[in-house]
Nanobody
Framework: QVQLVESGGGLVQAGGSLRLSCAAS????????MGWYRQAPGNQRELVAS???????NYADSVKGRFTISRDNAKNTVYLQMNSLKPEDTAVYYC?????????WGKGTLVTVSS
């Protein structure tokens, strides 16, 4: 089992920045990759960024150049630095941990970007 706890969401004006954190605990050694997804009202959940255990990163086209995913292995924490935020970035952001046969999700943290 893996437990994920997100933090760092909030209200920010367009053009501002936020940093999300996701602390993982439990069977961490079995995690192959971690990522951030988001879901806006009326929309499907979509991948924002991911990072593998080998630090290979992947980003949605809509956030490339603005968001950066990173990990601190000593703290078992993954971060999402979000810069130049836009109103369309408003969503609940979920942390995900991927094992071979199972995915784990955090409860989500709300990011609201005002225009």
């Amino acid at each position: 089992q893996v437990q994920l706890v997100e933090s760092g969401g909030g209200l920010v004006q367009a053009g501002g920045s936020l940093r999300l954190s996701c602390a993982a605990s439990g069977n961490i050694a079995s995690i192959n990759a971690m990522g951030w997804y988001r879901q806006a009202p009326g929309n499907q959940r979509e991948l924002v960024a991911s990072i593998t255990r080998y630090a290979i990163t992947n980003y949605a086209d809509s956030v490339k150049g603005r968001f950066t995913i990173s990990r601190d292995n000593a703290k078992n924490t993954v971060y999402l630095q979000m810069n130049s935020l836009k109103p369309e970035d408003t969503a609940v952001y979920y942390c995900n941990a991927e094992q071979i046969f199972k995915n784990y999700w955090g409860k989500g943290t709300l990011v609201t970007v005002s225009s």
